[in-house]
């Protein structure tokens, strides 16, 4: 497999890090060592995007969630972890799954999707180093949650796309529902990325392709981030960062996890 284009060479850095984190199977992570609480308050208020203050029943769930699985497991940048606090998860599941929403494992959401585990989502936010000003596109919608954490770091723009129409429909609405209208929402083939809004300053893809997909590098900008698991489908993939330096796309390898698989004519006619 041969990962180029006429700007971007390909040097990969292989990190040894091995970290197990997936959709379906949460990340092998040693437990902290640091004695943490069993519970956080419960009387902070939830801040939405336009500054609204809302009651929120699940909110102690939520903070517990983010402060035990969450912040306990390594997570610090604060953005994502407020972000993370912020958003309503269990808004994004099926009604039958309301009560496992704040759970550190993924759900279905139909249609052969599910819903990440919310460590993973911190966890791929945080490894795109998102800064005030940039446009980060998200490829693989699904029930909306990703990109609602995403429009919660502060001064980004967010660009989403999801292949299967009813979830398109859906995501976009719990989106608009819930205040995020900011984020812009396309239905349609992920692997072609969206190129009217490229280039951008960070991609990430929520599904596995077996490859490299070439018109998400070409949309990246100088400095550009894309966060793709890349595998076979039916096995574990390895999650992968690439970033563009000085013309180069410099590869990391984070790890083994497992997604749920790629779809769409680009993967069978890349």
Known sequence: MVWMRSKHTVRLILLGLLISACHAVAP????????IPAALPSTVPQVTPSGEVNSDDRLAERLDMVHLTIEGRGISDPNVLQAMRNVPRHRFVPDAYVDQAYADHPLPIGYGQTISQPYVVAWMTELLALQPGERVLEIGTGSGY???VLAEIPDVEVYTVE??????????????????????????????GWEEYAPFDAIVVTAAPDHLPQPLVSQLSESGRLVIPIGPQGGYQSLWR????????????????LFVPFTGLGIVQP
């Open 146 to 148: 990703q990109a609602a």
């Open 163 to 192: 292949i299967v129409p009813e979830l398109a429909e859906r995501a976009a609405g719990t989106l608009d529902t819930l205040g995020y209208t900011q984020v812009r929402c396309l239905e349609g083939d992920g692997y072609y």
């Open 28 to 35: 092998s992570l040693e437990t902290p060592t640091m004695l």
């Open 242 to 257: 690439f970033t563009v330096v000085e013309g180069e796309l410099v590869a990391e390898n984070l790890g083994g996890v």
